[in-house]
């Protein structure tokens, strides 16, 4: 059972919407059925699926113990970078979610691990994520860390939370950068205006760190090098479109006309280091570009 706290933003959104857009991988009728289940509070008190919220309100979630989904393993090729009793290094291809959820139960990463693993996975985050200890977005590729037990999983995490795990990506963004360094330290939470799209707002939001390093200009675009300190939700994605430079190809926080050639943002993991949880040595692993990163760069390259 988890407990969430929420706060009303605006007024007269029903509950069970402004819940559903509020938290990731729930339902509306699952929200529903935890409301019918006197699940949800507004300002201490009991209400139904059909109550307005009104700005100010504080919103308690009481969400019920998940029920073990039967998710399957599948035979699907993996791109193992490196392997060992305790965890496993992938690089995960553009287009690939990295869990099962809403209208993604079959292909994804977790289907392949299951597979390649059988049984040594962790299982700190559920039936649903077994091993997955961080994730990257659906269309940004590269490197991912995989938990084979629990003892890892737990190591591996506390690195990230203490912010000593290593994250760099590569990107694409729209505008000549004229700084060489930028580091963003703003906020990231729900967009109160749209609730399916994170946003740099003070509100309902967590601390956010992204360094910012200028690789090569292109004229109407710059070749960046990312490097997280925390890993918020699109935090990439968001705080480069909040200093004026969204990703290339980003359909979501991007200009309303996508380079649709990229099938996404230009976006991709390209180096994780980790203290590994079992020998304590200090690991690194960087991942080649993608073909579809590279052509975009050879595009700019030949207009330049």
Known sequence: MEKINLTCEVSGERIDK????????????????????????????????????????????????????DVEGENIPLDIVYEDDDLLVVNKPKGMVVHPANGNYNGTLVNALLYHCEDSLSGINGVIRPGIVHRIDKDTSGLLIVAKNDASHLSLAEQIKEHSFTRAYEAVVYGNIKEDEITVNRPIGRNPKDRKKMAVTLKNSKPAVTHFYVIKRYGDFTHVRCVLETGRTHQIRVHAAYIGHPVAGDSVYGPKKVITELGGQCLHAKQIGFVHPKTEEYMEFESELPDYFIKFLSKLENKN
Do not use: H, M, W
């Not at 402004?18 to 006197?38: G, H, M, P, W, Y």
């Open 18 to 69: 402004f819940i559903c857009e509020s938290l990731e991988e729930i339902t509306r009728s699952a929200v529903q059925k935890i409301i019918e289940n006197d699940g949800v509070c507004v300002n201490g008190v009991s209400v139904n699926k059909n109550y307005k919220c009104k700005s100010g309100d504080e919103v308690e979630i009481v969400i019920p113990d998940a029920v073990p989904l």
